[in-house]
């Protein structure tokens, strides 16, 4: 599926904004500076598909990349970002709460989480969200290749033991690192089982 061409095709900062829901959708999430734009770029062999800022908290809008025409990746607003005010936390929770409320053909989220800090209490939040809206979600470890083998055997255990008592949470976790290339294959192949051919 990831040999083929991924584009930009829109951002949307409300709901009139969203593509039609006539391809099937998979979003990552994650708290600002996570590693999201590098793991989306790493998925799509691509260096500036989706902006890698050094500014946390910058991207604000949900952007949709189209994937030859089968299947959508979007990247949703970062959150969590110390300095971003109170209204713009809001608005990510309303935005992105309405998306995954009203997006059929949504097939899963994959949920980035830092593999040096695991779970922080607004990524707890976000799954409670997603339990909540019945929406599948995966998580995702990210920037594995700061940590030693056994730390990351460790993250992973710890990450199970939590998402074991979720209802909407897939299983099985996916350690990457977009900057050594580690668990991108699994990524894109996990994605690829979710398309329907
Ligand atoms: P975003 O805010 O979630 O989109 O995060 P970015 O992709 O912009 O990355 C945030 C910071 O983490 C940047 O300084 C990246 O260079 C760094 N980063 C991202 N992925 C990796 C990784 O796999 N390994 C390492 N060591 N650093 C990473």
Request: proline share 6%; with cysteine; glycine share 8%.
């Amino acid at each position: 599926l990831f040999s083929r061409p991924v584009t930009f095709l829109r951002g949307a900062v409300k709901l009139d904004d969203l593509p039609p829901t006539d391809l099937p959708e998979v979003a990552f999430a994650g708290r600002s500076n996570v590693g999201k734009s590098s793991l989306i770029n790493a998925l799509a062999r691509q260096k500036q598909l989706a902006r890698a800022s050094g500014e946390p908290g910058r991207t604000r809008e949900l952007n949709f990349f189209d994937l030859d025409g089968k299947i959508r990746l979007v990247d949703l607003p970062g959150y969590g970002f110390a300095k971003a005010p109170k209204k713009e936390a809001e608005r990510w929770t309303r935005l992105t709460q309405n998306f995954l409320k009203g997006r059929p053909n949504l097939k899963r989220v994959y949920l980035l989480i830092d593999s040096r800090h695991g779970f922080k209490a607004n990524d707890d939040a976000v799954m409670k969200e997603f339990d909540v809206a019945a929406v599948s979600y995966q998580i995702v470890l990210t920037k594995t290749d700061k940590l030693k083998p056994a730390e990351i055997e460790k993250c992973l255990a710890g990450v199970a033991a939590k998402i074991s008592r979720r209802p909407a949470a897939f299983p099985d976790i996916i350690a990457t690192s977009s900057a050594k290339g580690d668990g991108i294959a699994e990524l894109r192949g996990a994605i690829a089982v979710l398309t329907p051919e």
